[in-house]
């Protein structure tokens, strides 16, 4: 973590200085902002998160409820949003609370005595095999907390207005006498304290539905969720229990004659998650089932844990549900026929996509769509961007809905088999391990487009997949030594991170090797054409909107930072400082076995790795391939 670059700091360093808008941030909702997101879940706190670091964007969050969310129902964290918790800086803390998936066991019939149940296998948590980070459990109303306090200690200095809801909106056409600076007409009402039942109406130029399933924002704007319901339901239970059953505290699929169980150990040490199996459902039950007791469902749990037993002590939450699979025809506002109009409207999460809890996407996924949307519309409002850019949105999560809708509905259809329907007791165990990278939130690429390059040089970097998720690995600072995950150096600020990876004559000698590649790069970079020039605003730091890094091939013994080039030790903040934290050393050290270049198939001939505000690779690109880079960043940014 850095700081001090602003002057010497006492208090806590994760509350950034507030800037902009979050300087005088007024109590009451404003008639006017710039975006109004609507529901306070994943989605939208995150993006709350995200559009606090564009201090100069006036961003308000709305929530029906009176305060924060008290018992969340998603709890899975997939490796690829704990790589995002790190990005806003709170992964080693709620790593600290949840609980860490490091098996998973499958229970079928005993082929000695069908009624009861025995362990068929155990495997390893795909999330070891995958990242540097597990897979947890853990409370969705912490993960809100833990965006909540990022919002609030950004330099915009975001919270939510509770006790207000959605209640319809007008998009009015660009260019009218209605339209304005703020096209979008929006509908509210007071849901708690003096004020509830008064409605208001307030405008916005952009406005993000995190509004969950039942989305009043869909509604408006006319989309339409696809798709349907299974005609089978599950009773999930949050408990506190006594029990034999030997592997309580390890994940589990279970199978057997009276139904099927996942079990999913959670925080605390304690309290564990079941979904139980409940049976299809008659097509003329017009969702009596969802009416069933709790007690009913512990009847079942024990029918189907047979000969185990349990002793249900306390029910802290527990429903019933139908599994559905759907996904909205268009994340955004835009008409079929005007595809090249700027979408005003946007949807995230469980606005756009529905689908069981068993497989632990939900929450993951809404994430990875307000990451998506934040950097762009903050990119866009603060005018860093055309706003071409918005319509990348629904381009790039579309497809990711439907990914995630065919994975749940295979492995739905898996965890509700009847015993004679198996043919093959170890299919779900090799489902589960042979399709880890999409659970884990990896399978992710985002094909080419104006933020994405075309591959063309993918061999000179083959560890890092263009348009999938920047996968770290271990370099050392060349400053002090110290090791360091590479993309654990970056922040979710809004950024674009441009990684220089150094051609071997680079380092040598002296340190800095003029005739090196990597020289001719940097003085480019540092250039009147280069991007930093002509898309940083005027008078604003050097690295504002580049996060410009370099790692060098050699031991950072072997490295004068102070001979780098001066691209890479820029001088910012209100007291010129250098950045010592930009230069990096690959080679191996006691401390640092690992070789990036090696370990990520990086050319010896050297590379430039472009990486996205919210972690994807961007592009790949020769270091002598500076007109291509500069046109890269031309098709996708505006100039100052």
């Not at 006017?32 to 100069?56: F, H």
């Not at 381009?395 to 015993?419: G, N």
């Amino acid at each position: 973590m850095q700081f001090h670059h602003h002057g010497y700091v006492s208090g806590d360093p994760r509350v950034q200085p507030a800037a902009g808008v979050g300087v005088d941030r007024p109590e009451e909702l404003p008639d006017e902002m710039d975006v109004l997101i609507v529901g306070s879940g994943p989605a939208g706190m995150l993006l709350s998160a995200q559009l606090s670091q564009y201090p100069d964007v006036v961003t308000r969050i709305i929530e029906r409820r009176d305060g924060r969310l008290v018992l969340g129902q998603a709890d899975g964290i997939q490796p690829r949003s704990v790589e995002t918790f790190q990005l806003f800086g709170f992964a080693e803390r709620i790593i600290a609370e949840a609980y860490n998936i490091g098996y998973m066991n499958f229970w079928g019939p005993d082929p000695a005595e069908p009624q009861n149940i025995v362990r068929t296998s155990r495997t390893e948590d795909y999330g070891y095999k995958i990242s540097e980070f597990p897979h947890l459990i853990v409370n969705q109303a912490r993960v809100l907390d833990y965006f909540a306090e990022a919002a609030a200690h950004g330099p915009g200095r975001i919270t939510p207005d509770y006790g207000i809801e959605f209640v319809g909106l007008t998009v009015h056409e660009a260019g009218s006498a209605e339209a304005g600076d703020h096209p979008v007409e929006v509908r509210v009402r007071y849901t708690a304290g003096e004020r509830a039942g008064e409605e208001r109406t307030v405008r916005a130029k952009y406005v993000a539905g995190c509004d969950g399933a039942r989305s009043g924002v869909r509604e408006a704007i006319g989309r339409k969720h696809l798709g349907g319901i299974s005609a089978h339901a599950w009773g999930v239970m949050d408990v506190v229990v006594n029990t034999d059953f030997p592997d309580w505290r390890t994940k589990c699929a279970i199978n057997s004659e009276a139904g099927n169980i996942l079990h999913i150990p959670r925080e605390g040490g304690y309290l564990s998650r079941m979904y139980i199996d409940l049976g299809e459902v008659a097509q003329d039950d017009n969702h009596e089932v969802r009416k069933t007791p709790i007690e009913a469902i512990i009847a079942k749990a024990n029918d189907i844990l047979h000969p185990y037993t349990l002793d249900v002590r306390e029910v802290a939450w527990f429903s019933v549900y139908e599994v559905g699979h759907r996904v909205t025809d268009h994340f955004d506002d835009r008409a079929a026929d005007d595809e090249d109009a700027a979408p005003r409207v946007f949807l995230t999460g469980d606005a756009c996509h529905t689908h069981s809890a068993k497989a632990g996407q939900g929450m993951n996924v809404s994430m990875q769509d307000g990451f998506n949307l934040g950097w762009k519309l903050g990119s866009v409002v603060s005018g860093l961007a055309p706003e071409s850019l918005l319509s990348t949105y629904s381009a790039e999560r579309q497809p990711v809905a439907q990914q995630l809708i065919d994975f749940d509905r295979e492995w739905s259809s898996l965890m509700a088999r009847k015993p004679e329907e198996i043919s093959d007791p170890q299919e779900l165990a090799t489902f589960y391990l042979g399709t880890a990278e999409f659970p884990s939130g990896f399978m992710t690429q985002y094909g080419p487009s104006m933020i994405v390059g075309s591959g063309e040089h993918q061999a000179l970097a083959t560890g890092f997949p263009m348009g999938k998720r920047f996968k770290s690995s271990q370099v050392s600072f060349v400053c002090d030594g110290n090791v360091v995950h590479l993309g654990h150096h970056a922040k979710a600020d809004g950024r674009w991170r441009v990684y220089a990876f150094a051609d071997a004559a680079a380092g040598t000698a002296t340190g800095t090797a003029d005739a090196s590649a990597l020289a001719s790069w940097a003085a480019w970079m540092s250039s009147a054409e280069a991007p930093l020039a002509r898309f940083t605003p005027e008078g604003a730091d050097a690295d504002a909107v580049f996060d410009v890094k370099v790692v060098y091939q050699q031991s950072h013994d072997e490295i004068d930072v102070t001979l780098a080039p001066e691209v890479f030790r820029p001088k910012t903040g209100p007291l010129g400082l250098m950045d010592w934290e930009k230069v990096f050393a690959a080679g191996p050290s006691v401390w640092c076995p690992t070789d990036i270049f090696e370990e990520r198939g990086i050319s010896r001939d050297g590379a430039v790795v472009v990486v996205r505000p919210d972690g994807y690779v961007a592009n790949i690109l020769p270091l002598t391939a500076t007109a291509e880079l500069g046109e890269f960043f031309a098709g996708q940014m505006l100039a100052r």
